[in-house]
């Protein structure tokens, strides 16, 4: 239910917004016309399972115009939602209701970079792929990459602490990013843009608006440690016959390819399957396996990274560890073989719907989580031709244990969610996983946060929560 008490949107509102910030098109204005289809996408998410009814879109320049039309917001109890690229998968970056979307695209610039540290100072609004090829030019790279690297921005990483293809490598977020700016709720602008690496002064706050999702201010500036980019790269894509055997060649990967090792990421034989019938693709391996793996090596030395990386498939396959597997042989190659895995997502999403599941679970149970939801959704008689669920697809940061569990479906469904929620996440419990490994909370996992949690520590983060934002025009009815 609508929270009765914030304001709804009035002309007077509008006005101050218009007249606050520099630009006519940085106010898509509901009110005075019709703007149906203009604000539509600001109201929709990436999976096309939530939609908000805003009346208004702002889209700031700078910190300074946030600050503004945030500490009105406050002060006249108007509930607010911010919005980077709108590519998170858990809700989070659309309104519930008519909360006013500050969506951070015009705020694009990078703002220094010094290539003996490699530090990078930009906008929130920066766009990923933007931030990449201005790295690449300076021989670095982005530390995160992801499916949505086109429209996902900075802040929009920052915001929900994303994971995704290069963690293994790279880290976390809370490693990379040195400082923030962020704008609260009252309208305070903090400027903790810190350049240093090292730095124990006190509580790091900076901490707290990584993965917070926008609930407690917005964040406007990034600095961020960036690695060298690596001059050589290689990408294997195997073929094995169990998941005894995919650990067993994580294992052997990260022995033998150790230092040079940039991506380890699995794919079972369900999410191959929708991927060829999307694509229709020529398969890379001749024969079907009920796993495949992605194996990516990132290194200083092409010669010296080959060497190793062929005394790893030698062993591989002499042990009978990888039944089958191919290497690229050039960067369409490359891209090629990436496809099969960043392509999965749009390729199980473009059925109707996806029930999906981000899951953090002890690495030697990651898969039995997938075959016991194909039996429960079995059991249930949900599942198959003519039926609700498409299949029951896995796959997945295996390098963090971190599992994407994914049903597609024909059309969101009661009965299809009411078996498998809260039971999935009665099953991480169990296990002491986490609910949500990258994707973060958002709307779809608010309720389910006790799973992970205990209510200590929920008690704890409602307090960070009051402390910040008093009134609580962040984010409502999300996150906790
Ligand atoms: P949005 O979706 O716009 O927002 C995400 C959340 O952050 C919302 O709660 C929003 O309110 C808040 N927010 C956004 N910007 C700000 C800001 N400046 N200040 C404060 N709060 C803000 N995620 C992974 O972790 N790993 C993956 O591998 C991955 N792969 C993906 C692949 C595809 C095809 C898609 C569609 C998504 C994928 N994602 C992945 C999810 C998503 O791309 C990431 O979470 C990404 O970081 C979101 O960035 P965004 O700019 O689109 O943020
Ligand atoms: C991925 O790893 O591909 C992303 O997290 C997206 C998804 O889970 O669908
Ligand atoms: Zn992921």
Known sequence: KRDPKFSELTQE????????????????????????????????????????????VLKPKNAEEVSKILKYCNDNMLAVVPQGGNSGLVGGSVPVFDEVVINLTRMNKIRGFD????????????????????????????????GAKGSAQIGGNVAANAGGLRFLRYGS????????????????IVDDLSKLRKNN??????????????????????????PQRAKAV?????????????????????????????????????????????????????????????VETSGSNGEHDNEKLEAFLEHVMGEEI???????????????????????????????????YDLSIPIKDLYQLVEDTRERLNSKNLIGDNK????????????DANLHLNIPVRQYDKE???????????????RNGSISAEHGLGIVKKKYIGYSKSPVMIELMKQIKQLYDPKGIMMPYKYI
Not at 118 to 123: F, K, Q, R, S, T
Not at 173 to 188: A, F, Q, R, S, Y
Not at 241 to 262: C, D, N, P, T
């Open 388 to 399: 609700t669920a498409l299949g029951v697809v896995g796959f997945g940061h295996m390098g």
């Open 173 to 188: 977020l809370h490693g990379n990013v040195l400082g923030l700016e962020v704008v609260l709720p009252d309208g305070t």
């Open 13 to 56: 509102h509008v006005d101050f917004f218009k007249k606050t910030l520099s630009d006519e098109s940085a106010v898509i204005d509901g009110l005075s016309k019709d703007a149906t289809d203009d604000i539509e996408p600001f109201n929709r998410d990436w999976m096309k399972k939530f939609r908000g009814r805003t009346k208004i």
């Open 115 to 146: 290539d003996v540290s490699g530090i990078l100072v930009a906008d929130a609004g920066v766009i990923m792929e933007v931030a990449d090829n201005y790295l690449k030019e300076h021989g670095h790279v982005y530390p995160l990459d992801l």
């Open 416 to 430: 299809v969610e009411e078996a498998l929620e809260p039971w999935v996440y009665e099953w991480i419990q169990k």
């Open 201 to 226: 002064t006190g509580y790091d706050l900076k901490q707290l608006f990584i993965g917070a999702e926008g609930t407690i201010g917005i964040i406007t500036g990034v600095s961020l440690q960036t």
């Open 322 to 356: 990888v039944t089958d597997g191919v290497v690229a042989q050039d960067d369409t190659q490359i891209a090629e073989l990436w496809s099969w895995r960043e392509g999965i997502t749009e390729a199980i999403g473009h059925n109707g719907g996806t029930y999906k």
């Open 234 to 294: 290689n990408v294997a894509y195997f073929g094995l016959e169990s998941y005894e055997k995919v650990q067993k060649a994580f294992k052997e990967a990260k022995m033998r390819l150790g230092e040079i090792l940039s991506a380890f990421e699995l794919m079972d034989a369900e999410s191959q399957k929708f991927v060829h019938n999307k694509t229709q693709m020529k398969r890379p391996l001749e024969g079907e396996y009920p796993f495949y793996c992605l």
